[in-house]
């Protein structure tokens, strides 16, 4: 097999641009309390909440890397689409900010929660991010097919008024568009290495991974980076969206991309591609019991605050398979934590409502 060193990982990674924006590495700590109160294996946590970029998440070690590109090729704006409380706009707007970009953000409303200035998208108001809010089918995580001929229309009218617009898809992940790499992905094989690093410092053998995954580029990077190093990690995503097949597909071939973008040849087989869909329940961007539980065990056990789109129910989901004995009492799971604690405040009504019933 073809595994490389991990310095030498480091330098390919290197060979992409890249522009300062958050604080790293981000913490690695133990989670105690919640691995004695589950009982099962050692629980720790990868605090990318904490990058330090408009409330922390994932999407802004991705942005590093993506506003580098975009710099590079003399744009002036950054387009980009997801859902109306999306993390990933928020930050890509927050960074494109501080480069002088303007964001141009194309939310699709995937639920009937009715559009008010709070969570995300007040960040997005207050950075006056010129927002553009469409009717969407509801539940779901609006796909790229869905999504193009808003997207175009957009990237025209910008070109017209004679801006050089970058143009990206949702999550920074599926390389296209203007982003010709997989830099989304490339970003967390950066993340897999920092982490490593941070492991093997406290000596601690991880076993498994396990994080919400949504367009998957933090999947793919961290099992590109897991392969070429030779660490035998299963990293698993918990879906909030897209059920299994599909979403291993889109893991897969991001997965190939990014192996090409860093010349690592080493064969990743699909059936390495570990994604649980079982967890989605009524859909997108709808909680439920176990999530409002789970949000509620972590903060009071550990006092991190979860949301509710993705890590509230990549915790539940980790709380569920301890208890379904799938790990060994002597592996040791990472919980990657990957932000999105914004939306939090949008979901008040339904978050207390479902913690009332529990004392019933
Ligand atoms: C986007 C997002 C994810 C999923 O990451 P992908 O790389 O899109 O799969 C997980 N958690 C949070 C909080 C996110 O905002």
């Known amino acids: 097999m073809s595994q490389i060193k991990l310095d030498d990982l480091k330098e390919r990674i290197n060979r992409f641009p890249r522009q300062r924006l958050i604080s790293l590495p981000t913490p690695f700590l133990k989670l105690k309390n919640l691995s004695r109160h589950l009982g099962g294996p050692e629980i720790y946590i990868k605090r990318?909440?904490?990058?330090?970029?408009?409330?922390?998440?994932?999407?802004?070690?991705?942005?590093?890397?993506?506003?580098?590109?975009a710099l590079g090729q003399g744009a002036d704006a950054i387009v980009t689409w997801a859902s109306l409380q999306s993390n990933w706009c928020t930050q890509t707007a927050a960074a494109a900010v501080r480069f002088g970009l303007k964001p141009v953000l194309i939310l699709f409303r995937t639920s009937d929660i009715v559009p008010e200035?709070?969570?995300?998208?007040?960040?997005?108001?207050?950075?006056?991010?010129?927002?553009?809010?469409?009717?969407?089918?509801?539940?779901?995580?609006?796909?790229?097919?869905?999504?193009?001929?808003?997207?175009?229309?957009?990237?025209?009218?910008?070109?017209?008024?004679?801006?050089?617009?970058?143009?990206?898809?949702?999550?920074?992940?599926?390389?296209?568009?203007?982003?010709?790499?997989?830099?989304?992905?490339?970003?967390?094989?950066?993340?897999?290495?920092?982490?490593?690093?941070q492991a093997r410092a406290d000596r601690v053998n991880i076993t498994h991974i396990v994080h919400a995954t949504g367009s998957g580029a933090t999947q793919a990077g961290l099992v590109v980076g897991a392969k070429a190093l030779d660490e035998k990690i299963q990293v698993i995503g918990i879906s909030v969206s897209d059920e299994k097949q599909a979403f291993a597909r889109t893991v897969f071939e991001i997965c190939g991309a990014t192996q090409r973008a860093l010349a690592i040849k080493s064969g990743i087989l699909k059936e390495e591609i570990f994604v649980f869909d079982e967890y989605i329940k009524n859909g997108y961007g709808i909680l439920n019991r176990e999530v409002a539980e789970a949000i509620?065990?972590?903060?009071?056990?550990?006092?991190?605050?979860?949301?509710?789109?993705?890590?509230?129910?990549?915790?539940?989901?980790l709380i569920d398979l301890v208890q379904r004995g799938y790990f060994k009492k002597n592996d040791t799971v990472v919980f990657l934590?990957?932000?999105?604690?914004?939306?939090l405040f949008p979901y008040r009504q339904m978050l207390t409502q479902l913690l009332e019933e529990e004392k019933k």
């Open 296 to 317: 509620r065990l972590l903060f009071t056990k550990e006092s991190i605050v979860l949301d509710p789109v993705y890590t509230g129910k990549a915790m539940a989901a």
């Open 48 to 69: 990318d909440d904490l990058t330090g970029l408009a409330f922390g998440g994932n999407k802004s070690r991705k942005l590093e890397f993506i506003i580098a590109d």
């Open 117 to 197: 200035y709070d969570g995300n998208l007040l960040l997005d108001y207050i950075l006056a991010a010129d927002i553009r809010i469409k009717e969407a089918e509801k539940r779901k995580v609006v796909s790229e097919e869905f999504a193009r001929n808003s997207f175009e229309e957009v990237i025209q009218e910008l070109k017209k008024g004679g801006r050089t617009p970058y143009a990206v898809s949702v999550g920074g992940s599926m390389p296209g568009f203007s982003m010709k790499n997989p830099l989304g992905a490339i970003s967390y094989v950066a993340a897999f290495v920092e982490m490593i690093e």
């Open 337 to 343: 934590h990957t932000g999105g604690t914004p939306a």
